[in-house]
């Protein structure tokens, strides 16, 4: 494996923790970026096992500041950024009318200007590794909802981010893409399950069901499944791939 060196953000959980994992095989050093150091130290183990070194760096990536000191510390310890991968970013599920201005910010902060401050703060070292940048986006950025809103709202906000940079790095030589995933099996959905089945009078087995029928899909996905296709854009194979937003939501999606 040559030297190289790739930050995932919200690598102390879900889609990220699975990403930080399956990138180990590929990239001789991870740099993992989240709030949570023991679960970040929990992936740190996970990666080092997969055959890559670690840099754990707990902080939180709505801090104006925090973007330029993962930035700084992966070239300090490794000397080199080749991969971004932007997965963090939580955002709270409320309905349109119910959602405080506080609320919309903070998942504005995290998961959009967070993803646009890390990708800036990287990008003369992406620049001069001729490297590569994916955005976490999501499928509610085609269909959102007024019971989710903000989720929609900032993730087709975030896909249309991805695509401007994406334009900078047909010039610059990096390249840019997002992943819109549909509703994945993590942590944070099965703690959702188990709020939401008793205020409807379900099991969490039968809300478990409920969800991916509603969806119009067999199953929910796995982060395992998303980290693949992260992988695979960050690859040789993708290389030609750029400004491209990647839908993976086992056809939740019925538009062409």
């Known amino acids: 494996m040559s030297k190289s060196v790739a930050i995932v953000t919200g690598a102390s959980q879900g889609i990220g923790r699975a990403t930080a994992i399956r990138l180990a095989k590929d990239f001789s050093a991870i740099t993992l970026a989240a709030r949570g150091k023991e679960n970040l130290e929990a992936t740190a183990a996970a990666v080092k096992a997969a055959g890559a070194e670690p840099l ?11 973007p330029k000191k993962v930035v700084d510390q992966t070239l300090a310890k490794f000397g080199q950024i080749d991969a971004l991968l ?21 998942g504005m ?6 993803a646009r401050r890390l990708a800036i703060a990287a990008w003369p070292a992406l620049k001069k590794a001729k490297g590569t940048v994916v955005f976490m986006s999501g499928n509610s950025a085609v269909f959102p909802k007024a019971p989710y809103a903000a989720v929609g709202a900032i993730n087709a906000a975030i896909a249309a981010l991805a695509k401007a940079f994406s334009d900078r790095g047909i010039t610059d030589g990096v390249q840019v893409n997002s992943v819109l995933p549909g509703p994945v099996m993590t942590g944070r959905r099965k703690s959702y399950l188990e709020h939401w089945a008793p205020l409807h009078n379900m099991t969490v087995e039968e809300a478990t069901r409920k969800f991916p029928q509603d969806a119009g899909i067999a199953r929910y996905g796995e982060p395992e499944e998303i980290a693949d296709l992260m992988a695979f854009l960050v690859s040789p194979a993708a290389r030609w791939m750029t400004g491209t937003t990647l839908r993976m939501d086992g056809g939740e999606v019925k538009s062409i």
């Open 56 to 66: 754990v760096i707990d902080l939180d990536l709505a801090d104006v500041s925090a």
């Open 86 to 106: 932007n997965i963090a970013g939580a955002v709270p599920q409320i309905d349109l009318f119910e959602m405080t201005d506080e609320q919309w910010d903070g």
């Open 109 to 114: 902060a995290l998961k959009f200007h967070g």
